[in-house]
């Protein structure tokens, strides 16, 4: 990956870092379900420049910064974005 690419893509599923704080539920299974771009002005740690928003498994959802989040082997389980 070339600095300034984003890491993830929309639909993908991904898994919250163990090392995220409570909040973010680490070692949870998301999907990418919206993606933002922060300018360096506006761009703070540890939320990085990229922001993604998240959908849980339950239907929930929140935005977690890029370094918050890890790749997830597909064969981990669906892929498909949960029903509403």
Request: net charge negative; aromatic share 8%.
């Amino acid at each position: 990956m070339r600095s300034g690419e984003q890491k993830f893509d929309w639909g993908q599923l991904v898994r919250v870092s163990a090392t995220a704080p409570p909040a973010y539920r680490p070692g949870r299974r998301a999907w990418i379900v919206g993606i933002r771009k922060e300018s360096a002005a506006q761009a703070t740690e540890p939320l990085g420049p990229r922001l993604y928003t998240i959908e849980y498994e339950d239907g929930s959802s929140l935005e977690i910064g890029e370094p918050l989040l890890e790749q997830i082997d597909e064969s981990q389980g669906s892929t498909d974005l949960p029903e509403r």
